[in-house]
């Protein structure tokens, strides 16, 4: 308690310095945005990788030769424990973002043991390395609400019971329990955010919204003619990833560390998506959606809602985009997405674009890796 009041006290003098890790994911890449404006010095840690991962932060890289980058990027990984060791002592952050993830349910029935060593494992080598290193930073856990799996109750809070559905689940409640354990063994600065589904048009293209808006942009322009789906009628509260990173930011700034779910507490149909999506260009999505039962997931999580009056009470955190708005705007950044991909032509929005003739080498099935194996 009084070396955290200390901590805040000396915030407010000196540069403060944050790591996340994901930084170059969806939330990541938000993250480092939203803490790079307020005057953060912003450390990233990146895995290896044989093509470029980059592009969701490459609008912030900063030449690592500019005398004094606020945004840099670190080789590391969450399976490596040397690795976070080695860079927790050199950067001594004030605050830690764990981000980093095999972040999708249903590849985390493919790769599950994975999933637990990555999503699950990776949090407690990251905890130890603070312990290890001698350093207090605040420290954020990215929980989500797929740990609520088959609801307890309706809407979900912050004491509704876990009863998770897929290995990623699992793998989240092992480091929801690591972080609150931390807390109360070692006075840690730990806090879960509980975020429900959040999207934006950086948003990985194998989740059902971006494939969705990808697959209604692609079929409006002509590059693509059907678009392969799973379970049409589970329902998630999705909000929008821009508003969910502030929550973030703002459970570390508290007094006292605490856990926060992060919800809209609205909740729509895969098909309310799909209505949105395509009216967008107008077209009925009825006319080209095909059920593929390759997508569906062995145990499925039929309904997520939240509650989060604790973080509209406490962090005064409010979701500012409304579903509608959100779709509609994945829906636009699709189009110029794609537009600019394949031909960087503007304007083809019409009845027939690229003339009709473009035959593309590519179906709305690859958008998503599938496993032989799956039911
Ligand atoms: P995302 O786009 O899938 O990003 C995941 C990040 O983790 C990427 O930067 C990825 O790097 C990195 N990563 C994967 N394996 C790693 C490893 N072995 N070591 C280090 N980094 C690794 O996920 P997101 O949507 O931004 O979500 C951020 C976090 O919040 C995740 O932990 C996710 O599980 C959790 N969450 C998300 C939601 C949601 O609706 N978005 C809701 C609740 C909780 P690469 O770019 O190299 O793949
Ligand atoms: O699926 C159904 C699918 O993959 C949503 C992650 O960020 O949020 C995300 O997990 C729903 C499921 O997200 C397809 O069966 C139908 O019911 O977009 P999703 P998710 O599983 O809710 C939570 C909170 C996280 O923490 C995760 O990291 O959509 N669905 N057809 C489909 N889903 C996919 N992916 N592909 C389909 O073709």
């Given at each position: 308690?009084?070396?955290?009041?200390?901590?805040?006290?000396?915030?407010?003098?000196?540069?403060?310095?944050?790591?996340?890790?994901?930084?170059?994911?969806?939330?990541?890449?938000?993250?480092?945005?939203?803490?790079?404006?307020?005057?953060?010095?912003?450390?990233?840690?990146?895995?290896?990788?044989?093509?470029?991962?980059?592009?969701?932060?490459?609008?912030?890289?900063?030449?690592?030769?500019?005398?004094?980058?606020?945004?840099?990027?670190?080789?590391?990984?969450?399976?490596?424990?040397?690795?976070?060791?080695?860079?927790?002592?050199?950067?001594?952050?004030?605050?830690?973002?764990?981000?980093?993830?095999?972040?999708?349910?249903?590849?985390?029935?493919?790769?599950?043991?994975?999933?637990?060593?990555?999503?699950?494992?990776?949090?407690?080598?990251?905890?130890?390395?603070?312990?290890?290193?001698?350093?207090?930073?605040?420290?954020?856990?990215?929980?989500?609400?797929?740990?609520?799996?088959?609801?307890?109750?309706?809407?979900?809070?912050?004491?509704?019971?876990?009863?998770?559905?897929?290995?990623?689940?699992?793998?989240?409640?092992?480091?929801?329990?690591?972080?609150?354990?931390?807390?109360?063994?070692?006075?840690?600065?730990?806090?879960?955010?509980?975020?429900?589904?959040?999207?934006?048009?950086?948003?990985?293209?194998?989740?059902?919204?971006?494939?969705?808006?990808?697959?209604?942009?692609?079929?409006?322009?002509?590059?693509?003619?059907?678009?392969?789906?799973?379970?049409?009628?589970?329902?998630?509260?999705?909000?929008?990833?821009?508003?969910?990173?502030?929550?973030?930011?703002?459970?570390?700034?508290?007094?006292?560390?605490?856990?926060?779910?992060?919800?809209?507490?609205?909740?729509?149909?895969?098909?309310?998506?799909?209505d949105i999506a395509f009216e967008e260009v107008s077209l009925n999505w009825k006319d080209y959606v095909r059920i593929d039962s390759r997508y569906y997931r062995p145990a499925e999580v039929d309904l997520l809602v939240g509650d989060s009056g604790k973080a509209r009470k406490k962090l005064g955190w409010e979701p500012r985009i409304s579903f509608?708005?959100?779709?509609?705007?994945?829906?636009?950044?699709?189009?110029?997405?794609?537009?600019?991909?394949?031909?960087?032509?503007?304007?083809?929005?019409?009845?027939?674009?690229?003339?009709?003739?473009?035959?593309?080498?590519?179906?709305?099935?690859?958008?998503?890796?599938?496993?032989?194996?799956?039911?």
């Open positions: 308690m009084n070396r955290r009041k200390k901590q805040s006290k000396k915030e407010t003098t000196r540069e403060r310095v944050a790591l996340i890790t994901g930084i170059t994911g969806q939330d990541g890449s938000y993250l480092a945005e939203f803490l790079l404006q307020k005057g953060y010095r912003v450390f990233g840690l990146m895995r290896r990788s044989s093509s470029f991962n980059t592009a969701r932060i490459n609008h912030l890289y900063q030449d690592p030769h500019d005398p004094d980058p606020r945004l840099q990027l670190v080789y590391g990984d969450l399976n490596d424990a040397s690795s976070l060791n080695k860079i927790l002592r050199s950067i001594r952050p004030d605050e830690i973002y764990n981000l980093g993830a095999q972040s999708h349910v249903r590849v985390s029935f493919d790769v599950p043991e994975y999933t637990a060593e990555i999503t699950g494992v990776g949090t407690l080598r990251l905890l130890e390395a603070i312990r290890d290193s001698g350093i207090h930073p605040k420290f954020y856990q990215a929980s989500s609400s797929e740990m609520f799996g088959k609801v307890q109750a309706i809407p979900q809070n912050e004491t509704t019971p876990f009863y998770p559905r897929s290995p990623y689940g699992v793998a989240k409640v092992y480091s929801y329990w690591i972080t609150v354990n931390y807390r109360e063994s070692y006075n840690m600065f730990a806090c879960n955010g509980i975020l429900f589904n959040h999207e934006s048009p950086r948003r990985g293209e194998t989740f059902v919204s971006r494939k969705i808006t990808k697959g209604a942009a692609r079929i409006k322009l002509g590059i693509q003619q059907e678009l392969f789906l799973g379970n049409l009628e589970s329902r998630r509260d999705w909000g929008f990833a821009g508003d969910y990173v502030e929550a973030m930011w703002l459970m570390l700034q508290q007094e006292e560390p605490e856990d926060f779910v992060i919800a809209t507490g609205k909740h729509y149909s895969i098909t309310d998506l799909l509608n708005d959100l779709i509609r705007m994945m829906v636009k950044a699709d189009l110029e997405e794609e537009i600019q991909k394949n031909h960087g032509t503007q304007g083809l929005l019409g009845d027939k674009p690229f003339g009709g003739k473009w035959v593309p080498a590519y179906s709305g099935a690859e958008l998503e890796s599938v496993s032989p194996f799956s039911r």
